[in-house]
């Protein structure tokens, strides 16, 4: 086969490349009055990656970023940098950019701030504490119900039931 029609792994990567810009770029095509332009940058230069490009990559990636990894310490914050670590811990970017440190800081205080609000909601279900007064009158509705259906037997086993079961809590 000809040596054209084989793509090398820098061309898949510059292909990969501007897919996800044209899909994260905030800035859309150049428009006049019969023309429209999509500019993309050159991906590499010098055999090293943009910097305007890999900046893009790392906000994608902090975008995505997931309670989770915060709680797990696969990404760390802190005010001076963010710290990316892999499965086994071991850091593997640091970003010192004080602007994308900021939208991670404000990003992960809203990620945290669900969660805990979420955490609290789940403590305070399986915490519901009972009044006598709420089962009293969750037993009168059961009974009313029962009584609707004609089923007085039932009224009195669900009664002993109820009962047994409260002074087992006691």
Do not use: C
């Not at 999509?38 to 900046?55: C, D, M, S, T, W």
């Not at 945290?112 to 915490?127: P, W």
């Not at 009224?155 to 006691?170: E, S």
């Amino acid at each position: 086969m000809p040596k054209a029609q084989y793509k090398t792994y820098f061309d898949k990567m510059q292909e990969a490349l501007g897919a996800f810009w044209n899909d994260f770029n905030k800035h859309g095509p150049i428009k006049a009055r019969h023309t429209e332009v999509h500019v993309k940058p050159k991906f590499f230069i010098n055999g090293e990656l943009n910097p305007q490009v890999a900046q893009k990559i790392v906000e994608v990636y902090l975008q995505q970023v997931s309670v989770k990894q915060i709680l797990t310490g696969q990404v760390v914050i802190s005010e001076d940098k963010i710290r990316i670590k892999n499965e086994k811990g071991k850091v593997i970017f640091v970003i010192t950019n004080q602007r994308l440190i900021g939208k991670m800081i404000n990003q992960a205080t809203v990620l945290l701030g669900r969660y805990l609000a979420e955490q609290q909601k789940i403590e305070a279900r399986k915490n519901q504490v009972y009044s006598f007064g709420d089962i009293q009158k969750a037993l009168i509705d059961l009974v009313g119900t029962v009584q609707r259906n004609d089923s007085k037997n039932l009224v009195k086993d669900a009664t002993v039931i109820i009962m047994k079961d409260m002074q087992l809590k006691r």
